[in-house]
C-alpha cells in the first residue's frame, strides 16, 4: 500500500543498482509503529510466499529498498507477509497478491470530466514532472489522500498538467503555474482557487470547512467525527433527563439521513434506564481503540460513536456541578 508519494525518478534507476536487503519486514505487532505512526512516507507491499508474481517482484523490491536506503529517516520500504497475517490483508482490503494501492486518483482531459461535477468534493493539484515545488508538495499529497481515504464524499486528485492527455484540461483551468491548486465542491465545475499552506494540516483544515468532513492529522476524525449538532442541542436541552429527551431524540432520528442518528436515540434510551451507561460504554470502545489493529472504517466507527457518548458525558458532568 502506498501511504506516501515516492519520487518516480527513483523508480528509473532500479535497473541499475544491485540488489540489497533492505526491505523492512512488517507484521501486527508493528506496523502501525513503523508505517502509520513513525511520520515517514512509507511503501508497503503485501504478498504471498506462493504468489509468482510476487516472486518476480522481490529482487525489484530489494533495490527499491536500496534507492532510499540513505534516506531511512525520511522514507520506509516495507513488505507484508498477507499470507501468514491475514489480519493485516483483511485491514487494509487485500485481496490479491502482490497488493500495491496509491490512494491519489491522477486524472486527465477525459477522467476530469468523469469525477468533477458529480458526488465527491474534489481538490486536484496541477503539476509539472520538473517543478520542484511540485516535488515538495508529493508527500504531502499522498498523505492527504490517505487522510481521507475513507471520506467517499472527497477526492484527492493529481493532473500531470504538461502531460499530452492534459494539457488541455491545464488550458481550460488557466493554469499558468505550478502547483496550482483547486477545491471543486460536489456538484459543481466552478473551482474554488486553493492559496493556503501545503502542509498536511492546512489542507485537513481547508476540506473540513468546505466539504463537511471531520479528519485530524493522520486521518483520524477529531472530536467532532459522527456527532451531530441538533442532537447535542437536544442533550444540553434536557441535561440528564434522558427519558424526556429520548422523545424527542427519536422524533429528530426520523427526519435525518445520519448514519449516527440512531445511535443518540439508542443512548438516550440506555442512559434513561442506566445513569452509568455512557461512561460505561465509552471506556469500552476506548479500550478497543486503543488495541488498534481495526480496519480504518471500523476505526472511525468506534471514535464516532465515542465522540457521540463523550457529549452525553459532559453535560452529565456539568448537571452535577451544578447541583
Known amino acids: 500500500m502506498l501511504f506516501r508519494n515516492l519520487i518516480p525518478a527513483a523508480i528509473a534507476l532500479l535497473p541499475a543498482l544491485a540488489a540489497a536487503s533492505s526491505v523492512i519486514d512488517l507484521e501486527p505487532s508493528n506496523f502501525d509503529k513503523v508505517v502509520l505512526k513513525s511520520g515517514k512516507p512509507a511503501l508497503v507491499e503485501f504478498f504471498a510466499p506462493w504468489c509468482g508474481h510476487c516472486k518476480n517482484l522481490a ?10 536506503q540513505h534516506a531511512g529517516d525520511k522514507v520506509t520500504v516495507a513488505k507484508v507477509d498477507a499470507d501468514n497475517h491475514k489480519s493485516l490483508g483483511k485491514r487494509f482490503g487485500v485481496s490479491g497478491f502482490p497488493t500495491l494501492k496509491c490512494q491519489v486518483v491522477y486524472l486527465d482531459d477525459k477522467t476530469f470530466k468523469e469525477k468533477v461535477g458529480k458526488d465527491q468534493n474534489v481538490l486536484v493539484a496541477f ?36 502531460a499530452e492527455n492534459a494539457k488541455a484540461l491545464a488550458t481550460e483551468q488557466g493554469v499558468s503555474s505550478y502547483p496550482t491548486i483547486k477545491y471543486f465542491p460536489k456538484g459543481s465545475t466552478e473551482p474554488l482557487p486553493y492559496e493556503g499552506a501545503r502542509d498536511e494540516k492546512a489542507f485537513i483544515d481547508f476540506l473540513n470547512t468546505n466539504a463537511g468532513t471531520h479528519r485530524a492529522v493522520g486521518g483520524s476524525l477529531d472530536a467532532t467525527g459522527g456527532t451531530i449538532e441538533a442532537f447535542n442541542s437536544i442533550i444540553s436541552k434536557f441535561q440528564g433527563k434522558w427519558a424526556d429527551g429520548a422523545t424527542e431524540a ?27 451507561y455512557a461512561a460505561k460504554e465509552l ?25 457521540i457518548l463523550s457529549k452525553f458525558i459532559a453535560d452529565d458532568s456539568e448537571e452535577k456541578n451544578e447541583l
Open 59 to 68: 529482487p525489484v523490491w530489494e533495490e527499491l529498498a536500496t534507492v532510499f
Open 127 to 162: 503539476t509539472a514532472p520538473w517543478c520542484g515545488h511540485c516535488k515538495t508538495l508529493a508527500p504531502v499529497w499522498e498523505t492527504l489522500a490517505n487522510d481521507f481515504v475513507n471520506e467517499p464524499s472527497v477526492l484527492i486528485a493529481k493532473v500531470d498538467a504538461e
Open 250 to 276: 427519536k422524533t429528530l432520528a426520523g427526519t435525518l439521513q445520519d448514519k449516527y442518528a440512531e445511535y443518540y436515540v439508542k443512548v438516550f434510551n440506555k442512559i434513561g434506564a442506566n445513569s452509568g
Open 283 to 307: 471506556k469500552r470502545l476506548q479500550g478497543l481503540i486503543a488495541k488498534g489493529n481495526l480496519a480504518p472504517e471500523k476505526m472511525d466507527d468506534l471514535v464516532s460513536r465515542s465522540n
